[in-house]
C-alpha cells in the first residue's frame, strides 16, 4: 500500500507545505502503557485554489516508557 502525502488539498490534490494557524488536542484518557496523547493541528490553505481545510501536523506521547 502506497504512503500518502502529507496535508494535500481535498480539493485538487496540491501539497500544501505550512499551516497559517496550529493548536494542541490532548486526548482525555491515557493509552495501555499509560501514556497521554498530544496531537498538533493545522489549519491549511491552498495556494492554487484556495480552499481551506485540517490537517495533522505531528503528535507526541508524554508518560512513563518501562
Given amino acids: 500500500m502506497p504512503r500518502r502525502k502529507k496535508n494535500l488539498c481535498p480539493n485538487c490534490g496540491t501539497e500544501v507545505k505550512e499551516p497559517y494557524k496550529t493548536w494542541q488536542l490532548i486526548a482525555p484518557f491515557p493509552d495501555k502503557k499509560g501514556r497521554i496523547t498530544i496531537t498538533s493541528m493545522g489549519m491549511y490553505e491552498c ?20
Fill in 47 to 66: 495556494p492554487k485554489c484556495g480552499k481551506k481545510f485540517r490537517g495533522v501536523v505531528g503528535k507526541i506521547k508524554l508518560g512513563v516508557e518501562e
